[in-house]
């Protein structure tokens, strides 16, 4: 089985994508916790594999990578037995490539963007503009998903992997996902499909929601 270092921390949503996605291709991961509350992702030891201090971060062998779905994308590519989770045909690849980037910019971008000033950086209250744009981040995935069952093709991919992380950390937090109903079944489809689920992921949306309560963010509406 392949094995490679990985850098993360249990609650971080894009950790979880990273550890789904091995899981599911049976790549093991030698964990090295980073405790970004001590600030070890500033260590001039890490920012050596990663100027960008962020994790999840990969160290394969003399070889690293951060950015999750940059990271799921190359465990596919270079490990699993097939090519299903990341499809190499251009017109599937890019329709995956869509949906990761939509992720990162829009659904997750939009949810952090709105939380974690609260949650992480001492914002005293929530800003209700940028809860629009969660919303209508949602809005769109519940359009994709319209008569689909993933996010990505006809079968589940690295996309899903990476929206459950999203989708995920929002659930943990109390976003009424529920109320855009495609995007209520793909979830419990996603959830079911993920073997990891209940080992990965439940725990660390956990941790998640800890951070939600720390910070009184509850109060801050
Ligand atoms: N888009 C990145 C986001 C990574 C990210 O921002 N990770 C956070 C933890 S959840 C982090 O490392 N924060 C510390 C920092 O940015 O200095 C990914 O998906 O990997």
């Not at 869509?98 to 910019?105: I, N, P």
């Not at 659930?171 to 080992?199: H, M, P, Q, T």
Request: charge should be negative; charged fraction near 30%; proline fraction near 5%.
């Amino acid at each position: 089985m392949a094995t490679l270092d990985f850098y993360g921390e249990p609650g971080s949503p894009p950790c979880r994508t990273v550890k789904m996605v091995a899981a599911a291709i049976g790549v093991k991961l030698n964990t090295k916790f980073v405790d970004l509350d001590a600030k070890e992702h500033l260590k001039p030891e890490f920012l050596k594999m990663n100027p960008e201090h962020t994790i999840p971060t990969i160290d394969d062998n003399g070889f690293y990578l951060w950015e999750s779905r940059a990271i799921a994308a190359y465990l596919v590519d270079q490990y699993a037995k097939d090519d299903a989770l990341y499809p190499k045909d251009a017109k599937k690849r890019a329709l995956v490539n869509q949906r990761l980037f939509f992720d990162l910019s829009t659904l997750y971008g939009s949810f952090a963007d709105y939380y974690y000033p609260v949650l992480f950086y001492g914002a005293p209250k929530f800003d209700p503009e940028k809860f629009k744009k969660i919303e209508q981040a949602y809005d769109f995935l519940n359009t994709f998903l319209e008569g689909k069952e993933w996010v990505a093709g006809t079968s589940m991919t690295i996309a899903d992997y990476s929206m459950v992380s999203s989708v995920g950390a929002a659930e943990a937090v109390g976003f009424d996902y529920k109320k855009y109903s495609n995007v209520l079944a793909w979830f419990e489809r996603a959830k079911k499909a993920i073997k990891s689920y209940d080992e990965i992921y439940h725990p660390d949306a956990m941790v998640f929601k800890k951070w939600y309560d720390d910070a009184g963010a509850g109060d801050k509406k």
